[in-house]
């Protein structure tokens, strides 16, 4: 058996996203209607379910890039007021509550075709009294009236010669019947059968213009739809299949692409169920199409993993798996051509007994499904066509992620990536859509050349995102072998570059911000290889082999060795990528990585056309005109937003579905829990059913739908502000008398070795499947009750009681889902979270990054206080350096609280002293601003001194020039010796030596040319200054040293610096004092031939003289034409 892609349990930790501050308005999406004509997203659509029907919109006529509906020439100015209600408005639409606003807005518009038309609401789709009048469904009820107008009041047969004659007219008037006939029939549930009669005798060209129109309705409106007029369409199609009209089985395979993924609610499961309901009743209808067959099983076998739990999806499960695995058994070779991602999605259902019968078949038996079946191998080589994993998401998915793909810059994408989270992402099972979203990516979504050497964000940021918002363990397993999927089976002669380019990427961009998730993804690959199918784990490595080799070919990255031998990833990783991939694990020459922001030589599928490419050209990535423009240059942004708070309308909780499935002594007291008027009856309740679970023959089967309903009854509690606004004492201890809390007070009572307190852990990490806050809330209880003093070990037994079963992705999701709802609980956990959780909190920067994300100026003083009192630790010597390296890709802010905070620290500043190393001038001026200021309270080292000076040299980087002038004026003398120190060592040591040092210190490499740059800068930067420094002893004696040996280019290049050596050496028998003035003030006046080292020199420095006195041979012959020089020195 074939092992699922959810055996691997690796998780991601969550990452904090750059800023956690949401929008203030919903992002300017455009809507499906406003692209004009250009149907990218789905290329069969336009094949199978879209064709232009005359009379239509006009192309050219201007469009609002924000609704999509004709923009009116002579349209006023609208007031920045009207605008924000009006974008507040299409919010409150886009979550689904504008059925309450069309209705109070007059949506009804009365009876018949008369009403059809009236202001304030059309009786086809919600709207609100802000939005302007939709021009299809004017136009369709405009026919309507028609219609109306010449069948009222007049017998059947009347009408019917009526319509026949107007339709003879000619195709407009054609057209006005048909589609007046048609919104009747949407509109009026008790005209439905008589129009649809009606429709079919006065159509002339088989129901065309319908079908058109129906798949328009569905590509573009269908969201807007009032419910009456869904369940109307749903009838409609099924009578356009039940006659068999042409191209009926377009507008079937356009409903299910409206089916959601991951979507359990009503509306979503009865669309679903009645598309089944009418596949199923037209079987031999179905069995006509091999294109509709290969649709509906792979449409079908995706929703099977999502209905489970409640009666009524098992019975629609049922129903589903029965209606697959019949085609697959019957049709197996029309199921065939979805290639690769059939397996992909059998292994999701596999242990379901049905399909694991026709498993059984696959592996041992293949022919018995099709003689023309030769095995797995031959479904697994072939590739999946773009249309199957396109059809998986609704319209609306699909054009943001075009929108995000195309129009999006990269740094902006925060605000959509919100937005979409929270309407596609947001619950437990929503989580399998992600699988979805990074198939389609991977496979559909391949840019342009100019996309790809644009600032648009890049499609591996998006998949990356994905990933690290991922809260569960199998889904992050499934989703992770979505993406490595055409991995597996990689063939460059069948398989394109742009299905496997997002996954190195992820990887590559990943290693400095987030090096987890790189080496996560590195484990995956490694693992994936044996654990997938051992029988062809030949064929498995061979692809992955194929797929590196590609990806290097094509330049996508010049060299894999600085990922896979990369020292942040551990040992036991790098030596598995050693094993598995010795090919790619080395690199003659160090290796220069390919900017993947700039045009990457690549194999481009053209299945985008150039309508594609341009059907968002009036799309704007803003959300409003009054915002201020971001940078489009700079990933950082200069202001912050705050959290703006959504208003909630409290719904009636209804745990009806629930009740039948527990004891009925449980159900009374939950009923009196959801009863219970005050909070002190809802606890004794609660106590009770503590009580009942933790009774000897209690089913812990029950603990499910228990956890169920505490999580609806308790939803406003975890709605609610948990920090009271005035922190003490009394405040705390009131905040913590709660319902929920009697769960944690009662563990918090028992010793861990108890079976109940097992029991509860069991009944909290059900609890916390359905209710992710839980986590933090158990955090708080136990920081804030005197009953929990001293027992934060038991959010450790709690987090391996978990799914997630890991102390520090649990730890790290919960603090992020406090973060998300209460910056003052995350501050207020902080020092007990740090001061419990070591290990977890000071290895990495996440937690670090969630705290200085979302904290303002006064919380950081506040931590910062925390610190100097000793009551908060943030860094520890041995992982400083790695966080603010990690902190280096912050926001600016966020960067000057990371340093704030570790310079409230007692740590040496020789610690993290090495950064120096990786900042860059342009890229990273927050660290470099605070570290200089930090280096002038310092007495200079050797080693300072040795970092600074190894910065590179160029004109506009003041860093190194400022902090020697420095401490040129406070600490001269002692520059002064590290400086001479540094110059005699980088001369002496051989080339070989140099070469030959170690990994760990080539960052740290000083070279003799740096120094000399610098120096010379310093020279300059000092020539209108009274200071002496290069007047001293042992810098004049450095100088003399290095212009003895070294080659005639740096002589040239440096003769003004070396001009005070001269001057030093022909003042050498004047008194110091003149010596010092002459040396800093005459300009070089003569070259006279190197003079022999006095006896100063030679006892300047003890180290430098002993390594000259042994070596003095190697460094002749090392130099040419030194004659001169060495015949003085002898």
Not at 237 to 259: H, N, P, W, Y
Not at 288 to 316: C, E, F, N, P, W
Not at 394 to 406: A, G, I, N, Q, R
């Amino acid at each position: 058996m074939l092992t699922s892609g959810a055996v691997l349990h690796d998780s991601f930790p969550p990452q904090p996203s750059p800023s956690a501050f949401p929008s203030p308005v919903l992002p300017p999406w455009p809507s499906l209607y406003g692209v004009g004509r250009s149907w990218s997203w789905v290329p069969f659509c336009s094949a199978y379910c879209f064709t232009l029907t005359p009379g239509g919109p006009d192309p050219k006529e201007p469009r609002s890039p924000t609704f999509g509906a004709p923009a009116k020439k002579d349209f006023p100015p609208i007031s920045s007021l009207a605008f924000s209600r009006l974008l507040a408005a299409a919010m409150e639409l886009q979550k689904g509550k504008g059925a309450a606003a069309a209705a109070a807005s007059g949506a009804a518009g009365g009876a018949g075709g008369a009403g059809a038309g009236a202001p304030g609401g059309g009786r086809l789709l919600l709207s609100t009294s802000l939005d302007a009048k939709d021009e299809l469904e004017e136009r369709l009820e405009r026919c309507m009236s028609i219609v109306t107008s010449m069948t009222a009041g007049v017998s059947e047969r009347e009408a019917n010669d009526a319509l026949n004659a107007y339709v003879c007219k000619g195709p407009p008037q054609h057209e006005e019947i048909c589609l007046g006939l048609f919104t009747l029939v949407l509109t009026e549930p008790a005209q439905a059968q008589k129009c649809y009669r009606d429709l079919a005798l006065v159509s002339r060209d088989g129901m065309n213009i319908v079908l058109n129109k129906i798949n328009q309705i569905l590509m573009e409106k269908y969201l807007k739809l009032q419910d009456t007029c869904r369940t109307q369409l749903v009838w409609l199609v099924r009578e356009l299949v039940k006659s068999g009209v042409l191209g009926a089985d377009g507008v079937c395979m356009t409903f299910m692409k409206q089916i959601a993924g991951g979507d359990v609610t009503a509306k979503n499961i009865w669309l679903a169920e009645s598309v089944l309901d009418i596949l199923t009743e037209q079987r031999e209808w179905v069995l006509k199409s091999s294109i509709l067959i290969a649709m509906a099983v792979y449409t079908y076998l995706r929703l099977i993993v999502d209905h489970h739990g409640t009666a009524q999806l098992q019975a629609l499960r049922q129903k589903e798996v029965d209606f697959c695995i019949s085609l697959l058994r019957e049709r197996f070779m029309e199921c065939l051509m979805i290639g690769r991602d059939l397996v992909r999605l059998l292994q999701n259902v596999a242990r379901i007994p049905e399909f694991e019968l026709l498993w059984k078949d696959i592996i041992h038996n293949p022919q018995a499904l099709s003689p023309q079946f030769t095995g797995i191998l031959q479904l697994l080589q072939s590739r999946t066509s773009r249309k199957f994993l396109a059809c998986r998401l609704t319209p609306d998915m699909e054009t943001k992620l075009l929108f995000m793909t195309s129009r999006v810059r990269f740094g902006q994408q925060k605000r959509y990536q919100d937005w979409f989270q929270r309407q596609y992402l947001s619950t437990p099972d929503s989580q399998s859509l992600r699988c979805d979203l990074i198939r389609y990516i991977c496979g559909v979504v391949h840019p342009s050349n100019e996309v790809l050497s644009s600032d648009i964000l890049p499609r591996w940021a998006i998949i990356g995102w994905l990933l690290t918002t991922c809260t569960s363990n199998v889904a992050a397993s499934n989703a992770k072998l979505a993406l490595f999927y055409d991995w597996l089976f990689f063939s460059p002669d069948k398989d394109s570059i742009m299905n496997i380019e997002p996954a190195i990427l992820v990887m590559h961009h990943s290693m400095k911000p987030h090096p987890a998730i790189t080496a996560t993804l590195l484990d995956f690959m490694c693992r994936i290889i044996p654990n997938f199918y051992p029988p062809l784990e030949g064929h498995v490595r061979q692809g992955v082999f194929s797929s590196l080799n590609h990806i290097v070919e094509k330049r996508v990255l010049a060299h894999l060795a600085p990922l896979f031998d990369n020292p942040k990833l551990d040992k036991e990783l790098r030596a598995m990528l050693r094993e598995k991939f010795p090919e790619f694990c080395s690199s003659p020459s160090p290796p220069v990585e390919v900017k993947i922001e700039e045009p990457v030589s690549m194999e481009m599928d053209n299945h985008m056309s150039d309508k594609d490419e341009s059907c968002y050209d009036n799309a704007e990535a803003a959300f409003s005109d009054d915002e201020e423009d971001l940078n489009s240059k700079g990933k950082k942004r200069e202001f912050r937003f705050h959290p703006i708070k959504e208003t909630v309308v409290e719904e009636p909780v209804d745990i009806t579905p629930y009740l039948d499935q527990l004891d009925e002594s449980l159900r009374d007291k939950v009923l009196q829990l959801q009863k219970g008027s005050d909070t002190e009856a809802q606890c004794e309740v609660m106590q009770e059913i503590v009580d009942q679970v933790l009774e000897e023959d209690f089913d812990s089967e029950q603990l499910s739908v228990l956890a169920s309903c505490l999580q609806e009854l308790f939803k406003a509690h975890f709605r609610g502000e948990v920090l009271p606004e005035e922190v003490t004492e009394e405040s705390l201890e009131e905040s913590v008398g709660k319902p929920l809390y009697l769960i944690f007070r009662n563990l918090c009572q028992m010793q861990e070795d108890n079976s109940s307190f097992s029991l509860l852990l069991d009944l909290l990490s059900e609890l916390y499947q359905k209710q992710p806050k839980i986590g933090y809330h158990l955090l708080y209880y136990l920081r804030a009750s005197k009953a929990a003093a001293g027992k934060m070990n038991l959010y450790e037994s709690f987090a391996q009681a978990t799914q997630l079963g890991d102390l520090h992705t649990c730890l790290m999701m919960d603090m992020k889902a406090c973060q998300e709802d209460d910056v003052r609980l995350l501050c207020h956990l902080t020092p007990s979270i740090y001061t419990e959780f070591p290990d977890e909190t000071l290895r990495s920067g996440e937690l670090l990054n969630m705290i200085v994300a979302v904290i303002d100026s006064a919380q950081l003083q506040e931590l910062v206080c925390h610190v100097m009192m000793g009551n908060l630790v943030m860094f520890r010597k041995d992982s400083v350096l790695n966080i603010l390296i990690q902190s280096l890709d912050w926001e600016t802010f966020e960067q000057y609280c990371a340093w704030q905070l570790f310079l409230a620290h007692n740590i040496p500043l020789e610690t993290i002293i090495p950064i120096l190393q990786h900042l860059k001038y342009k890229e990273h001026p927050e660290a470099l601003s605070c570290l200089l200021l930090q280096l002038r309270r310092e007495k200079p080292s050797e080693e300072m001194v040795k970092m600074v000076l190894s910065r590179p040299c160029h004109p506009d980087d003041q860093f190194t020039t400022s902090i020697l002038r420095h401490w040129c004026m406070k600490h001269d003398e002692l520059l002064a010796e590290h400086i001479k120190s540094l110059l005699i060592k980088n001369n002496s040591l051989p080339r070989k030596r140099q070469s030959l040092r170690s990994s760990s210190s080539k960052l740290a490499q000083l070279t003799l040319e740096q120094i000399l740059e610098h120096l010379d800068n310093l020279r300059l930067n000092l020539t209108n200054t009274k200071q002496n420094f290069f007047s001293q002893t042992p810098i004049l004696q450095a100088l003399q040293h290095v212009q003895a040996s070294c080659d005639e280019a740096h002589k040239m290049k440096f003769s003004d610096l070396f001009s005070l050596a001269e001057e030093y050496e022909d003042s050498s028998t004047k008194p110091p004092k003149s010596r010092r003035k002459a040396a800093l003030s005459s300009p070089r006046s003569r070259k006279n031939a190197t003079q022999p080292p006095n006896a100063e020199e030679e006892s300047g420095s003890s180290s430098a003289s002993e390594e000259e006195d042994t070596k003095p041979k190697p460094t002749k012959r090392k130099r040419k034409g030194s004659s001169a020089v060495g015949s003085d020195s002898d």
